[in-house]
């Protein structure tokens, strides 16, 4: 059974930092590609950071809105991804999501190309 356990969110004030973790169980980590997707409130699920599978040397990538204040990393020993958040505005305010992607080699931005998804976790930025 694979399973994607969010954390980390929380409320935060403008120009403030969090870190979200994503743990995976029930796949082969180290062989997916991952990403971040959030969803405001009345909007449309938007993609925001991925990363490759580890045999393709860390290969990233982001919407323009984080480029600069955004840092997806992952750790295989840990089965884990992390969403390093900075300089956070309140137009970040959404519930995040992490999603895995089985083919690994590239990377992908829209949601439906990814098999798994985690619940969320919700990011609250007040200004």
């Known amino acids: 059974q694979v399973q994607l356990v969010e954390s980390g969110g929380g409320l935060v004030q403008a120009g403030g930092s969090l870190r979200l973790s994503c743990v995976a169980s029930?796949?082969?980590?180290?062989?997916?590609?991952m990403g971040w997707f959030r969803q405001a409130p009345g909007k449309e699920r938007e993609f925001v950071a991925a990363?490759?599978?580890?045999?393709?040397?860390?290969?990233?990538d982001y919407t323009d809105s984080v480029k600069g204040r955004f840092t997806i990393s992952r750790d295989n020993a840990k089965n884990t991804v992390y969403l390093r958040m900075n300089s956070l505005k309140p137009e970040d305010t959404a519930a995040y999501f992490c999603?895995?992607?089985?083919?690994?080699?590239?990377?992908?931005?829209?949601?439906?190309?990814?098999?798994?998804w985690g619940q969320g976790t919700q990011v609250t930025v007040s200004s």
């Open positions: 999603a895995a992607d089985t083919s690994g080699w590239s990377i992908k931005r829209r949601g439906d190309e990814y098999e798994y």
């Open positions: 990363i490759v599978a580890s045999w393709r040397s860390g290969l990233t």
């Open positions: 029930g796949i082969t980590f180290s062989r997916y590609a």
